[in-house]
């Protein structure tokens, strides 16, 4: 093994050039023959320890060509944003300095720096400086997490600490979701005890937002899980009305903003998110369109009291002056130093250059739309952020023309069912994505429709 970082780092830089200067010419979902050449990673764990110079490079040798373009400007599967460069390189460093900011104890500077970024966090999106703020790996735990400090509060107003009695025996607790909740807002509320099955699910607009009329009669001890952009079609719930009718029975407001309050940031959107604000907790993602690298999750919760009762943890070798220690506000206790690349992320990009990237994937996201309703697809959502459901022909003609778009390497996408329709479903979220990556893709898919419908 060699004992200098130089030699590897260096490698590793240059490597990680060479695949970025190539990212967006390469095949955006990798070739079969890339794919397959996966296969030269199935070795034997070997005995003795190999070069890590000749190790880095089958991994940028193999691995690199088998990735999807995620960092390049036309891939727009899933919600998945690129990395930026300041956020890419400050992540390094971080790793570099390899700290887990779970109290000052353990690193006073990703301790620092990640309050810093809490802070931002908190004003860029508008939310109450006085909220407490988690950083998880993903959306999925900053939802379990908000829910959790929901849990706490609800059943400590009936005299029930849920942390040291568990839920056997315990005041129940209504949760009301959306018929459009995302799977991972079912699967915290599986791992919370609350059971996904056990919800009630409120019936949703032609655009997948939550129809206020439905939410059912509120009390003190029920959960409303609203949605700050659907995974398809981008829509928001009318969460400041469900907010001021949730503040009437005292229930607790719960939004799933894992791309979409990034929306919050632009003007055009504001009645969009009209009193979201009143809302008590909120999960949302730094890896999706704030573009930080994976993984970055943040929660944020109005009472930063229930946050740290439902997740706070003591021991005496940590210091007990109640000094704010991220390990608190969240389920990790170890963990990477994550605010380091949210703090670099919005410190290079200002709150300007965070709105124009925003308002650039919305403007994108319609040109798209446009476009394809141009070469006769039908647009099955109302573009109102920067997602969008396509459709045209049968469903094996959609497949046909999916999988002649992935064969020409220019851009991807994916299959969904939305309102019981087929469609394309189009994220347009990197911060790399200009109007001629759009054009090029409206190119890519005629030549496709060209081939398996014909003009
Ligand atoms: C609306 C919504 N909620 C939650 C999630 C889960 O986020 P993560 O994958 O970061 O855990 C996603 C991810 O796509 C999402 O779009």
């Given at each position: 093994?060699?004992?200098?970082?130089?030699?590897?780092?260096?490698?590793?830089?240059?490597?990680?050039?060479?695949?970025?200067?190539?990212?967006?010419?390469?095949?955006?979902?990798?070739?079969?023959?890339?794919?397959?050449?996966?296969?030269?990673?199935?070795?034997?764990?070997?005995?003795?320890?190999?070069?890590?110079?000749?190790?880095?490079?089958?991994?940028?040798?193999?691995?690199?060509?088998?990735?999807?373009?995620?960092t390049g400007a036309r891939y727009f599967g899933f919600v998945v944003g690129g990395t930026l460069p300041a956020a890419a390189a400050a992540n390094w460093l971080a790793t570099a300095w390899d700290q887990s900011p779970s109290s000052e104890m353990n690193s006073p500077a990703a301790v620092k720096v990640e309050t810093v970024a809490n802070r931002w966090l908190l004003e860029i999106l508008g939310l109450p400086a006085s909220s407490?703020?988690?950083?998880?790996?993903?959306?999925?735990?900053?939802?379990?997490?908000?829910?959790?400090?929901?849990?706490?509060?609800?059943?400590?107003?009936?005299?029930?600490?849920?942390e040291v009695q568990g839920l056997y025996g315990a005041?129940?607790?209504?949760?009301?979701?959306?018929?459009?909740?995302?799977?991972?807002?079912?699967?915290a509320l599986s791992m919370l005890?609350?059971?996904?099955?056990?919800?009630?699910?409120?019936?949703?607009?032609?655009?997948?937002?939550?129809?206020?009329?439905?939410?059912?009669?509120?009390?003190?001890?029920?959960?409303?899980?609203?949605?700050?952009?659907?995974?398809?079609?981008?829509?928001?719930?009318?969460?400041?009305?469900?907010?001021?009718?949730?503040?009437?029975?005292?229930?607790w407001v719960h939004v799933d903003g894992a791309f979409g309050l990034w929306g919050k940031l632009l003007e055009e959107h504001s009645a969009l998110f009209e009193g979201i604000e009143q809302a008590h907790s909120f999960a949302t993602d730094a890896h999706k369109w704030l573009n930080t690298p994976y993984d970055c999750g943040v929660v944020i919760c109005h009472d930063a009291r229930m946050l740290q009762q439902a997740m706070a943890t003591v021991a005496p070798y940590f210091r007990e002056d109640g000094a704010y220690a991220p390990k608190d506000m969240v389920p990790e206790?170890?963990?990477?130093?994550?605010?380091?690349?949210?703090?670099?992320?919005?410190?290079?990009?200002?709150?300007?250059?965070?709105?124009?990237?925003?308002?650039?994937?919305?403007?994108?996201?319609?040109?798209?739309?446009?476009?394809l309703e141009e070469l006769g697809f039908s647009i099955l959502n109302d573009v109102v952020l920067n997602q969008l459901v396509a459709t045209i022909g049968t469903p094996e003609e959609l497949a046909a023309i999916r999988a002649h778009v992935e064969a020409s390497g220019e851009c991807?996408?994916?299959?969904?069912?939305?309102?019981?329709?087929?469609?394309?479903?189009?994220?347009?979220?990197?911060?790399?994505?200009?109007?001629?990556?759009?054009?090029?893709?409206l190119a890519a898919i005629a030549a496709a429709k060209q081939a398996v419908i014909g003009e």
């Open positions: 093994m060699d004992k200098t970082y130089e030699k590897d780092l260096l490698t590793s830089a240059g490597l990680a050039q060479d695949y970025l200067a190539h990212v967006l010419d390469m095949p955006v979902f990798p070739s079969a023959r890339a794919r397959a050449g996966l296969s030269a990673f199935d070795e034997a764990l070997p005995e003795c320890g190999k070069d890590s110079t000749e190790t880095l490079e089958l991994l940028h040798r193999v691995g690199g060509p088998a990735t999807t373009a995620t407490g703020v988690g950083m998880t790996t993903g959306a999925t735990m900053a939802n379990f997490t908000g829910l959790a400090a929901a849990r706490t509060a609800l059943l400590s107003r009936k005299g029930w600490d849920v005041p129940e607790i209504k949760v009301v979701v959306s018929e459009e909740v995302h799977i991972t807002v079912e699967k005890g609350f059971g996904k099955g056990r919800v009630t699910r409120v019936r949703t607009d032609a655009n997948g937002a939550m129809l206020l009329d439905h939410v059912p009669s509120l009390d003190d001890m029920t959960i409303v899980c609203t949605q700050a952009g659907n995974v398809n079609s981008g829509a928001i719930d009318p969460i400041g009305a469900i907010a001021r009718k949730a503040e009437h029975a005292g229930a206790f170890s963990r990477r130093a994550r605010g380091v690349e949210v703090w670099a992320a919005l410190r290079t990009m200002g709150r300007e250059g965070v709105a124009e990237i925003i308002a650039r994937c919305c403007a994108n996201a319609r040109r798209f739309a446009n476009g991807w996408f994916g299959p969904t069912v939305w309102k019981g329709k087929h469609g394309i479903r189009i994220s347009v979220s990197s911060w790399r994505t200009m109007e001629a990556d759009i054009d090029r893709s």
